[in-house]
């Protein structure tokens, strides 16, 4: 019976001539295989059953080839297994058992922030035919937003390329491409650990800057074997003998080991490749060929869950292979192995020596640790050593907007401290803006990026407070305590405090040298060394107290140099100081949200602009309001909201002046009264515009 076509059809959503089905009734079919209801032969139902049989055809075909007389019916056959398998591998992935060790050579691009290590990266995947080469190619390994939108390398991407050499082999040769600033030097020591040697790009117009020296010293203290590279030898502003002579006598190099190319033009770049396979040396093979592979990098993805890179130490790995995690114990199956070229290409197995992905179904970070170890279960075999835990050098609380939205942000910080791990958390509950974390990031630049992409991959609103560092206390024993808020700042009349002092290296140009030794001098730096890198330019060392030169130093050290110098923080120490912890009050009671540990040379300025601006987002109330600060119970600092008044004498028209007088003392009183017994509640708003960086 066929209804007429005006009526509501529920399956398909619309006017449709049809039978009066369900979306249940429909589903049941298609499981049921029936195939005698055929609908009432419109287009969308025809459409439909056309689907339907389709998929009832290629599930008959599924089952009859699953049949096996010895297998059991609760078991799944290895025929099925092995065709799941080879339908994960890549249609055009390379057969990884051509590529032994002694063929395998695994690098990393190391340089100053904006020397040129993604522009060189794009060209080396390009003469090797890992990508087309087209005008669209810049920065092809900076894939997440904020670098792109700044213009800077934030996390070391790997990339897999295959070379034929003129000795008539095929090499396999692993890049990745590393962060230049600072901030992200855990990334770079990372990626040098999965590596036999490194590429040392060096500006020809800007010469060797501050992070230059860290990384040629990181990749020094790892013995890798370096290249240096001498970038943009193109430009007009190019000083290309001025920068030889630089890396001959700092890093007392030969002069015809270096590489003069052009990454933009791509001129010279074909040299580097013969460069890489003739004198990086190739991974060493493990003497008891059993698995361990280290464990670089992470990150989640939210259909394939916890994706892992590895370098493969010993032995070989493939899908199916039961692993065990060294740190936890925990086993897990190999779903998938594969290499990034650039893009995710999975292959049939990972053999020794090599760098790729591994992907077991983790779903917790905890679960994928960077450093770990991997190796075969059951096997008995020493883990590798692993990395360094990264030291935090600046903390800040950070809380979301809306409380509605906490669960949603605990899970995405656990998801972004996998892809980057020198991230450390802490839970936190503030009076004033409810649950949230203590996080402790490696700089500035560091603080900014982690919040960027918690909005731009998570599309969740924060609000991070301004920064501090941890101090230490020194009681009477001779016991030492980490002092890093408010809330555990002890009694200075008993304790002795250290503040954290950092070594700075400043590179700039001659002419600079006066005003940076009085701008250091003014953040309370003392001059360790100095040292003339070439007739003009000069490598100054200080020691600087890192509370002083997290907020604006690098900013202002840019202006006043017009953007040449460039400035790298090394080993961390604690000296002596007089650190006071500065008291925000509202009507003499202490508000610990506003407070904040300083030196004491800073309590004033910093006490006063509190002061102002707690004043400007405080509304008047009845009664008169103070704002002070205060530093060992002494006020340095007072505003004060006045208080709502209504005019009282407004009746009076004329007469003796003490009856007006009589009338304000009154209101003074009641006034008086209500401040007594009156609080003052700072609205969260208030505490977000004050706080807020």
């Not at 030291?391 to 669960?407: S, T």
Request: aromatic share 8%; proline share 4%; glycine share 6%.
């Amino acid at each position: 019976m066929r209804l007429h076509s005006t009526q509501w059809c529920r399956t398909w959503g619309r006017m449709c001539v049809q039978p009066k089905h369900s979306q249940f009734t429909r589903t049941t079919r298609l499981l049921s295989g029936n195939n005698n209801k055929r609908g009432c032969g419109s287009l969308s139902c025809a459409s439909f059953f056309v689907t339907r049989d389709r998929l009832l055809y290629g599930r008959s075909l599924l089952q009859t080839a699953n049949l096996s007389s010895d297998v059991s019916s609760s078991g799944t056959s290895s025929k099925a297994k092995k065709s799941r398998k080879e339908r994960r591998i890549h249609e055009n992935a390379p057969d990884m058992t051509a590529y032994p060790s002694e063929r395998v050579r695994n690098f990393s691009i190391i340089a100053h922030i904006d020397h040129g290590k993604s522009t060189l990266a794009d060209r080396l995947l390009e003469l090797t035919g890992t990508i087309r080469k087209q005008d669209s190619n810049k920065q092809v390994m900076d894939r997440l937003q904020v670098e792109q939108e700044r213009g800077i390398t934030v996390k070391a991407q790997t990339a897999t390329m295959f070379y034929d050499h003129e000795d008539g082999h095929k090499y396999m040769l692993n890049l990745i491409d590393t962060p230049g600033h600072v901030d992200f030097g855990y990334e770079v020591s990372c990626s040098l650990a999965a590596s036999q040697g490194t590429l040392l790009v060096v500006d020809a117009a800007q010469g060797i800057q501050a992070q230059t020296l860290a990384n040629f010293f990181l990749a020094f203290e790892k013995n890798l074997t370096i290249i240096p590279v001498i970038n943009k030898i193109d430009m007009t502003s190019a000083q290309v003998e001025d920068v030889t002579q630089e890396i001959v006598s700092y890093f007392d190099m030969d002069p015809s080991e270096i590489l003069y190319v052009s990454a933009k033009t791509g001129l010279n770049c074909e040299q580097i490749l013969p460069a890489i396979i003739e004198r990086i040396p190739p991974p060493q093979p493990s003497n008891d060929g059993k698995l361990r592979a280290l464990l670089f990098d992470s990150w989640y993805d939210v259909y394939r869950g916890i994706i892992s890179l590895i370098h493969l130490v010993g032995g070989k790995i493939a899908a199916g292979d039961e692993v065990t995690i060294a740190s936890s114990n925990a086993n897990y199956e190999v779903l998938e192995v594969g290499i990034l070229s650039p893009t995710q290409k999975a292959v049939a197995s990972l053999e020794e020596g090599q760098v790729g992905y591994l992907i077991t179904g983790m779903k917790s970070s905890a679960e994928a640790r960077v450093g770990d170890t991997l190796y075969r279960r059951d096997d008995n075999v020493e883990a590798l050593p692993g990395f360094k835990p990264a030291k935090c050098m600046v903390f800040a609380g950070l809380y979301p907007i809306d409380q509605d939205d906490y669960e949603s942000l605990s899970a995405a910080l656990d998801k972004l401290c996998l892809n980057d791990p020198s991230v450390t958390i802490q839970r936190e509950v503030s009076p004033a803006m409810g649950p949230g974390w203590r996080i402790g990031f490696l700089g500035m630049l560091h603080m900014d990026v982690f919040s960027q992409r918690l909005q731009q991959e998570y599309d969740l609103e924060t609000v991070l407070t301004s920064p501090s560092v941890a101090y230490l206390a020194e009681d009477r024993n001779g016991t030492k305590t980490v002092v890093d808020s408010v809330h555990n700042f002890p009694d200075t009349r008993n304790v002795k405090m250290y503040e954290p002092i950092v070594t700075g290296t400043l590179v700039t140009p001659e002419r600079y040298l006066g005003k940076l030794v009085s701008f250091c001098y003014a953040y309370r730096g003392v001059q360790k060394d100095i040292q003339f890198l070439s007739a003009d330019r000069v490598i100054m060392t200080y020691s600087l107290p890192l509370n002083e030169i997290i907020e604006d130093f690098y900013d202002k050290l840019k202006s006043l140099t017009s953007g040449y110098a460039s400035f790298d923080t090394g080993d961390l120490d604690y000296e002596a100081s007089d650190i006071v912890l500065l008291t925000i009050m509202l009507n003499g009671e202490p508000v610990d949200a506003l407070s904040r540990i300083l030196h004491k040379s800073q309590a004033y300025p910093q006490g006063r602009q509190l002061c102002e601006r707690l004043k400007a987002q405080l509304k008047r109330q009845q009664y008169d309001i103070a704002v002070q600060a205060s530093v060992n119970n002494k006020v340095i600092a007072r505003e004060t909201v006045k208080a709502v008044r209504k005019d009282v004498t407004a009746k009076c028209y004329g007469g003796d002046i003490t009856r007006k007088r009589k009338l304000l003392e009154k209101q003074k009183e009641g006034k008086k009264r209500m401040r007594m017994i009156g609080t003052v509640e700072v609205p969260k708003e208030a505490f977000f515009q004050i706080i807020k960086r």
